[in-house]
């Protein structure tokens, strides 16, 4: 049974910093693109940050360039989003996915597996 399994979300302070984790099982994980979304009341669903399992080939939306960092563990199957010098935009429900496309695909439509996602909430 393939699950993505978020965690790590809560509750922060502008300026703050969280680390969400996303643990992969039931696929190939190292064939794998892992990919960070979210979605804000009001507002679609967007990307935030993707990483290639096959190279390390990562991709950020500018929203999040040099605040955020996306990384992973191959032995441990999962994929980490350190957020750092969070804003109130930044609040949402964020959402891992696995794609077997090639590059580092943004789109949604490329990504096969989604998690059950984790809030976030950035606090003036």
């Known amino acids: 049974e393939v699950q993505l399994v978020e965690s790590g979300g809560g509750l922060v302070q502008a300026g703050g910093s969280l680390r969400l984790s996303c643990a992969a099982s039931?696929?190939?994980?190292?064939?794998?693109?892992i990919g960070w979304f979210r979605h804000a009341p009001g507002k679609e669903r967007e990307g935030v940050a993707c990483?290639?399992?096959?190279?390390?080939?990562?991709y950020y939306a500018d929203s999040v360039k040099g605040r955020f960092t996306i990384s992973g563990d191959k032995g441990k199957s999962t994929v980490y989003l350190e957020m750092n010098s969070l804003k109130l935009e930044d609040t949402a429900v964020y959402y891992c996915?696995?794609?077997?496309?090639?590059?580092?695909?943004?789109?949604?439509?490329?990504?096969?597996?989604w998690g059950q996602g984790t809030q976030v909430t950035v606090s003036s």
């Open positions: 990483i290639s399992n096959r190279d390390g080939s990562t």
């Open positions: 039931g696929f190939g994980f190292d064939d794998y693109v």
């Open positions: 996915a696995a794609s077997r496309r090639g590059g580092v695909p943004v789109g949604e439509p490329s990504y096969d597996y």
